[in-house]
C-alpha cells in the first residue's frame, strides 16, 4: 500500500518528530474526502488545520525549518523532468549561511490526512537572501531556498562511457579506448543494460528499471555518503509488453539521462512521473491512462494503480477559482503511427501499410467501425480542415514487418480514441483549497458539476507566516491551483 493512503488519519508514524500543527478555521461541509477503489469515504470534516513539516539534511544532520516558513511552494507537472519547491524563511536564523545546494530536504504537509505525508524529497539548488526596504524605510530580510524533487537527477546524470562514473560496471573495458568504434555496445557493457540478450529487443521498461538501478540509484548512493537518510528511488514499469526497443539503437547514447528517457519513453502511449510517498520516492513508467469519449480507459491497461493514484471528491464549496473552458487545441483530422527506426522512411512504410491493409478509399479510411493506419475523422475534416497527427514510435519491432504492422494499428487506434473527442474536453485551471490528495497524474471528481479531470499540474502554496515574523504566528492559508485536461461532465 502507498504511504499515502486512503484512510484519514492513516501515514507515516510521528514517532519522535514534531510536526506543527496551526489554528483550526470552521468551514461548511465538504462531500467526502475521496474515492479509492471505487469507493467513497464517508468521512466528513467542519474543520482543518494545517500539518507541516519540512526537515533539511546538511552533511547527515537534520534540521527543523519549520517554524521558520513563511511560504512554501511545491510544483509538479506532467512532461516535465522534475517537480520544484520554493522556502521563503524568516531571516531570524541564518540558515544561508550553512544550506548548500544538494542538501537533501523532505517536505510534509496536509489538510485531511492527521498525519502529513511526504509530500516532495528535494534537492536544494540555491541558497539566496534578500533585503527590502519599504516605503517607510524599513527593512525586510528573508532567506529563499529552492530546489528539485528526484527528477533533477535525471537531469544532472550525464551518461558518459568513463570508468570512474557512479554506477558503470566496466563489464567489457570499452571504454578504457578513447578510440573505441562508434558500434561497440557501450551501454551494455558499461552499464549493463540490455545484457539479458545482447543484440535482442530491449522492453522499455526494463530500459527504466536500468536507468533507476544503474544510474540515478547509483548516484544517490554515492549522495547517501554525505546524507545516508536519502533513500533510493523506486521504479514501478506497467507498459504493454508488445513494446520492444531495437538494441543498438540505444548502446551508443549520450548526454543526460532524461534524454534517453524522453527519446525512447514512447510517448504519448506512454508517460513518467517521479513523484513523492510516504514509502519511498517512486519512478512510474506507465501506459498513460487516457479515457476515451465513452469514459473508459482506451487500453484497459492503462487504469493506474490505486495504491497511489486515488482519485479525489471536491465540490464547488472547495473551489476558491476556476478558469475552465474548450477549444480546438489538439484537434486532428488525420491520424497516422509508424515506427521511428523503420530503415527507409515514414512515407515508405505508409504506403505499404495502406498496400497491406488494403485500403483504397477514404470512406475506408474514415470507417470509425475499422481499424486503420491512416486514419481520417471525416466530421473534423470538414470543420477544422486537414490536421494531421502523425507520430513514430521507438517501441515498434521492424524486423518482422506484420507484427509491426499489428502494432501500429493499435496504437493508431488510441491516437483516435484519445483526441477525437478534443473540441469537447473542458481544460483549465482550478484554485481550491488546500488538499494534498492532488496529484499530477489522478483524475479527480467535481461533485457539484459531476464533471471529472484530469491533473496535469499542480501548485500547492502554504503561507503560514508574515514579514518579521518567525513562523507560528497565526497567519496562514493553504492553496491548491491545479491545471487541468481532459475534463467531462459524466453521464
Known amino acids: 500500500m502507498a504511504a499515502e493512503d486512503s484512510g484519514i488519519g492513516t501515514g507515516i508514524s510521528s514517532g519522535s518528530n514534531t510536526f506543527y500543527t496551526f489554528p483550526s478555521v470552521t468551514l461548511k461541509k465538504s462531500p467526502g474526502i475521496l474515492f479509492n477503489a ?33 511560504q ?12 520544484r519547491f520554493s522556502l521563503l524563511l524568516s531571516f531570524q536564523k541564518r540558515w544561508d549561511k550553512f544550506v548548500q545546494a544538494q542538501d537533501y530536504v523532505e517536505i510534509q504537509y496536509a489538510r485531511y490526512l492527521k498525519v502529513p505525508p511526504v509530500m516532495m524529497r528535494a534537492l536544494v539548488s540555491n541558497v539566496r537572501r534578500t533585503r527590502i526596504m519599504d516605503e517607510s524605510g524599513k527593512l525586510h530580510r528573508v532567506i529563499t531556498i529552492n530546489g528539485e524533487n528526484y527528477g533533477k537527477l535525471w537531469k544532472q ?3 558518459n562511457y568513463l570508468v570512474s562514473l557512479p554506477g558503470q560496471t566496466n563489464l567489457g573495458g570499452v571504454d578504457t579506448d578513447p578510440a573505441a568504434g562508434l558500434m561497440f555496445p557501450m551501454l551494455t557493457e558499461n552499464y549493463g543494460i540490455g545484457a539479458q540478450d545482447i543484440g535482442g529487443p530491449v522492453a522499455p521498461g526494463d530500459l527504466m528499471q536500468g536507468i ?11 549522495m547517501q555518503q554525505i546524507n545516508p537518510q536519502m533513500p533510493l528511488l523506486k521504479c514501478i514499469p506497467t507498459v504493454l509488453p ?4 531495437n538494441w543498438l539503437q540505444i548502446q551508443q547514447v549520450q548526454g543526460k539521462a532524461f534524454s534517453l528517457v524522453q527519446q525512447f519513453g514512447n510517448a504519448p502511449w506512454c508517460e513518467w512521473i517521479i513523484d513523492d510517498f510516504t514509502d519511498g520516492a517512486v519512478f512510474f513508467y506507465r501506459n498513460t491512462p487516457f479515457k476515451g469519449e465513452d469514459g473508459q480507459y482506451i487500453f484497459p491497461e492503462s487504469e493506474p494503480d490505486k495504491d497511489y493514484f486515488l482519485y479525489p471528491v471536491i465540490s464547488d464549496i472547495d473551489i476558491i477559482e476556476e478558469d475552465v473552458g474548450k477549444s480546438d487545441g489538439e484537434t486532428y483530422s488525420y491520424f497516422f503511427t509508424y515506427p521511428s527506426t523503420y ?16 485500403i483504397d478509399s477514404l470512406a475506408e479510411e474514415a470507417d470509425p467501425t475499422t481499424i486503420t493506419n491512416p486514419h481520417v475523422v471525416l466530421d473534423h475534416l470538414y470543420r477544422y480542415g486537414f490536421q494531421k497527427l502523425e507520430l513514430g514510435s521507438p517501441c515498434i519491432q521492424t524486423n518482422d514487418f506484420d507484427t509491426g504492422l499489428a502494432l501500429t494499428l493499435k496504437l493508431n487506434r488510441w491516437l483516435v480514441k484519445a483526441f477525437n473527442w478534443t473540441p469537447f474536453m473542458y481544460n483549465g485551471t482550478i484554485r481550491m ?21 484530469y491533473i496535469e499540474s499542480v501548485d500547492h502554496v502554504i503561507t503560514i507566516g508574515q514579514t518579521d515574523s518567525i513562523g507560528n504566528d497565526n497567519v496562514y492559508n493553504f492553496q491548491t491551483t491545479v491545471g487541468v485536461t481532459r475534463g467531462r461532465e459524466l453521464k
Open 72 to 83: 512554501l511552494r511545491t510544483h509538479m507537472g506532467l512532461g516535465e523532468p522534475a517537480g
Open 212 to 222: 533507476t538501478d544503474k544510474m540515478l540509484n547509483a548516484q544517490v548512493r554515492v
Open 242 to 245: 508488445e513494446y520492444q526497443i
Open 38 to 70: 471505487g469507493t467513497l469515504s464517508n468521512v466528513r470534516t467542519d474543520q482543518y488545520t494545517i500539518k507541516l513539516k519540512v526537515t533539511i539534511y546538511h552533511n547527515g544532520t537534520a534540521y527543523d525549518v519549520t517554524p521558520y516558513i513563511m
Open 433 to 453: 483549497k488546500g488538499n494534498e490528495h492532488m496529484r499530477i497524474g489522478r483524475y479527480f471528481l467535481n461533485t457539484s458539476t459531476n464533471e471529472e479531470y
Open 157 to 159: 546524470y550525464d551518461i
Open 343 to 358: 530503415l527507409i522512411d515514414q512515407f515508405a512504410f505508409k504506403a505499404q501499410a495502406i498496400a497491406s491493409e488494403g
